[in-house]
């Protein structure tokens, strides 16, 4: 194993352990709990992004349709579990116990009364259970992956072209939930995802338990890709990324390589988009929207591209940044004129950092190191 | 015996430019072949169609043991059959070790799912040891491609072919940019090898023509004009003509 992986994975359990004991001794409240385990998913997803586009030279900018399709496959149990268990209370109190019919029709009116229907769609068959809407986090994503990939790869089409193709399927995929009768309750979303249903310990503790699934998926994953680059298969998917015709003349099915790297990836981006919207507790089409693959790239872009450990740097500091700045917390900057208001100039300063990064130092944060 | 490679009547247009005119040659199992012609004959042409690159309009290429047609084929599986391409600026991973260019190239199953499990042996190391020691390279092992210098390079394309271990081997103009040594050391590599395969040299410079001193296919607009020994060749009127009456 390489130096660098065994540094960050000792760094990941220490900074997980000294949370853990922060958070037990009141030092750090709940929320910013919640907001470090949604940025280790984030970290994540810049992984993923990092294996695809800095190893394999694919700029997808859409693997945080990925991520939310991840995380909408998840939300879909966690709401039909937690509704159920609302329904069966609410009932309980006639003297008949309920049927499985009635059942049906209250988390039926429940779900989907926000969009004016109480017809459960059948992309919810599954709902009802947790090991097979598991299996949809990776199936419905790796497949969308597989398809889209072996289309576009088949035919050859690269660079710009790939990342306007993958920015139009984000894009459609967006508009498509914002559709009220798209079943997943258009711009509603799915809400209340915080609660983990059958658990009856508070939030402080169940932001842990997320908090922890968060590290050991980014701990693993990040091992996942560092063996993956680690061997020749990283060799090949580099020469790809520098010149692929040159990748084919030495007998390597291109396209095969592509198809995998980029299939892996979206997986990768679906499981970590499955831990973030418990922690984040809603999720909508916005999350869809290009503009958040394009801050994915962002975040790997400055981190370092072709360094693992750098797209985790990337992400995580520009998340957290972008919370700090965002959340109202940082201090405005009157200048007597003008109040430099964070919330607003954040999106300013984090685009002259993308182009300071690109021209100053274009390996990124990741790429001082060395 | 059959030839090698059999190439029939093969053209190819682009936007109404005949680049290939019903071409047809052959070249044996082990053979060395010089092919010639002035600017815009067909030469790159002719090895874009061999591997791959490119689709003629009509013809067949026939090659390797049992004969298969290599029009049906995608770059990648012709190269697995057994046809390795030299480029003529080098073309090697720039970003990447000596050692990793020359491992990549070395004859192991190229599906994605065989390349991660894929851990080199002692055997592969030794492999790629003796190539580098071949083309000269063995103290640059883990040096990075890109830091080479350009006669490097192209003797690091050349041990990359080696490890592919090709049938037929096309060298698009080897002596550009080489020294005087560096070319009697290519000739000498390319007359060796021509003794196990068949190897076809793209070539401008008749003086390393001649140092190869092997049969000569002439190509002009697209076809065969003259085939035989360089002396045969150039004692033909029309390659005389169209070729060498210029210079």
Not at chain 1, 170 to 180: C, E, V
Not at chain 1, 299 to 311: F, H, S
Not at chain 1, 335 to 352: E, P, R
Request: charged fraction near 15%.
């Amino acid at each position: 194993m390489r130096r660098s992986t065994l540094i960050f994975l000792a760094l990941l359990a220490l900074s997980t352990a000294a949370v853990t004991v922060m958070a037990g001794g009141g030092l750090i409240s709940t929320s910013f709990v919640k907001t470090l385990g949604m940025t280790l998913c984030l970290c994540l997803a810049a992984v993923a992004m990092d294996l695809v586009w800095g190893y394999a030279g694919i700029l997808s900018l859409g693997h945080m349709a990925f991520f939310a399709l991840g995380g909408y496959m998840i939300g879909m149990w966690l709401m039909w579990a937690r509704t159920e268990a609302i329904v069966v209370q609410a009932l309980s109190g006639q003297p008949l116990p309920p049927t499985a019919e009635e059942i049906r029709q209250g988390i039926g009116g429940q779900i989907f009364g926000v969009v004016g229907t109480s017809d459960i769609p059948w992309i919810w068959s599954f709902a009802h259970s947790l090991p097979l809407q598991l299996l949809l986090v990776v199936l419905v994503p790796g497949l969308l992956a597989a398809v889209f990939g072996w289309l576009a790869f088949r035919s050859r089409v690269t660079g710009v072209y790939l990342s306007i193709l993958t920015q139009a399927m984000t894009l459609a995929l967006a508009l498509y939930l914002f559709q009220n009768d798209s079943g997943l309750r258009g711009n509603n979303g799915l809400s209340g995802l915080q609660n983990l249903p059958g658990v009856s310990a508070p939030q402080e503790v169940t932001a842990l338990w997320l908090f922890w699934a968060s590290a050991l998926a980014l701990a693993g994953g990040y091992l996942l890709a560092a063996w993956v680059v680690g061997g020749k298969f990283g060799s090949v998917i580099r020469a790809i990324r520098d010149d692929e015709q040159r990748v084919r003349f030495l007998g390597y099915p291109v396209e095969g390589f592509k198809l995998f790297v980029f299939t892996l990836t979206a997986v990768i981006a679906a499981i970590a988009g499955a831990l973030y919207y418990p922690q984040a507790g809603i999720i909508n089409p916005a999350e869809m929207m290009p503009i958040a693959s394009i801050y994915l790239a962002v975040w790997v872009a400055i981190g370092g591209r072709g360094r693992l450990y750098g797209a985790v740097i990337g992400a995580a500091v520009v998340s957290l940044l972008s919370s700090w700045f965002t959340g109202g917390r940082a201090p405005s900057i009157p200048l007597g004129f003008y109040t430099i208001d964070w919330v607003d100039w954040w999106q300013v300063l984090l685009g002259l950092a993308f182009v300071l990064v690109t021209l100053l130092a274009p390996k990124g944060i990741g790429g001082l190191f060395r | 015996m059959s030839a090698l490679l059999e190439v029939r009547g093969v053209s190819v247009s682009f936007d109404g430019f005949r680049a290939i005119n019903n071409l047809s040659f052959a070249i044996d199992r082990a053979e060395l072949r010089a092919v010639i012609g002035p600017n815009g004959a067909g030469k790159t042409t002719f090895m874009d169609i061999v591997t791959g690159k490119t689709r003629p309009d009509a013809g067949d290429v026939i090659f390797g043991d049992p004969p298969r047609s290599l029009l049906r084929m995608t770059e990648a599986q012709i190269a697995r059959a057994g046809v390795g391409r030299k480029f003529q600026r080098p073309t090697v991973f720039e970003d990447q070790s000596v050692f990793a260019n020359l491992m990549m190239a070395l004859n192991a199953p190229r599906n994605p799912f065989a390349v991660l499990r894929f851990r080199p042996t002692s055997r592969h190391r030794d492999q790629v040891q003796d190539l580098a020691e071949e083309v000269g390279l063995a103290p640059h092992l883990t040096r990075v491609a890109g830091e080479l210098s350009h006669g490097q390079k192209q003797w690091l394309e050349i041990g990359m072919l080696l490890a592919q271990d090709p049938l037929l081997l096309l060298v698009d103009e080897p002596a550009a940019g080489m020294t005087l040594a560096e070319r009697e050391h290519t000739t000498t590599l390319l007359r060796r090898l021509a003794t196990t395969r068949a190897v076809v040299v793209v070539e401008h410079d008749m003086e390393f023509v001649r140092r190869l001193d092997c049969r000569v296919t002439v190509l002009h607009e697209g076809s065969v004009l003259a085939e035989g020994s360089l002396d045969h060749v150039t004692a033909d009127p029309q390659v005389i003509d169209v070729y060498l009456g210029r210079g």
